[in-house]
Nanobody, 130 residues
Framework: VQLQASGGGLVQAGGSLRLSCAASGLAFSRYGMGWFRQAPGKDREFVGRISWSRGRTIYPEAVQGRFFISRDNAKNTMYLQMDDLKVEDTATYYC????????????????????????WGQGTLVTVSS
């Protein structure tokens, strides 16, 4: 399994950016996926998740209403649309795929647990300037 994250860059506060995560080596449509981020000197943080079925999404409060995850199963690609970016969104963003197919957390509040994600992309840097 390989995940390739792309789309990072420099953007001004209030701007938008769309990240992509291209997956290969798996039956993409059968896997839930997530986005995480890690700012310098901080722990990795959950940004959101999309289910393998029906494309249901889960977001933490920090990005709710500003970040939107989608997926195109025909292209084996997941997206993270980030709007109204803030300086505190500056981080390296990582995509991840579930450890096993047709899986979903028992409760939405468990979506952030990293152990359920078995494969990770290399990360793409997002820098938001003031």
């Amino acid at each position: 399994v390989q995940l390739q994250a792309s789309g990072g860059g420099l953007v001004q506060a209030g701007g938008s950016l769309r990240l992509s995560c291209a997956a290969s080596g798996l039956a993409f449509s059968r896997y839930g996926m997530g986005w995480f981020r890690q700012a310098p000197g901080k722990d990795r943080e959950f940004v959101g998740r999309i289910s393998w079925s029906r494309g249901r999404t889960i977001y933490p409060e920090a990005v709710q209403g500003r970040f939107f995850i989608s997926r195109d199963n025909a292209k084996n690609t997941m997206y993270l649309q980030m709007d109204d970016l803030k300086v505190e969104d500056t981080a390296t963003y990582y995509c991840a795929v579930d450890r096993r197919p047709e899986y979903g957390p028992a409760r939405p509040e468990l979506a952030h647990i990293e152990q359920q994600y078995g494969f990770w992309g290399q990360g793409t840097l997002v820098t938001v300037s003031s």
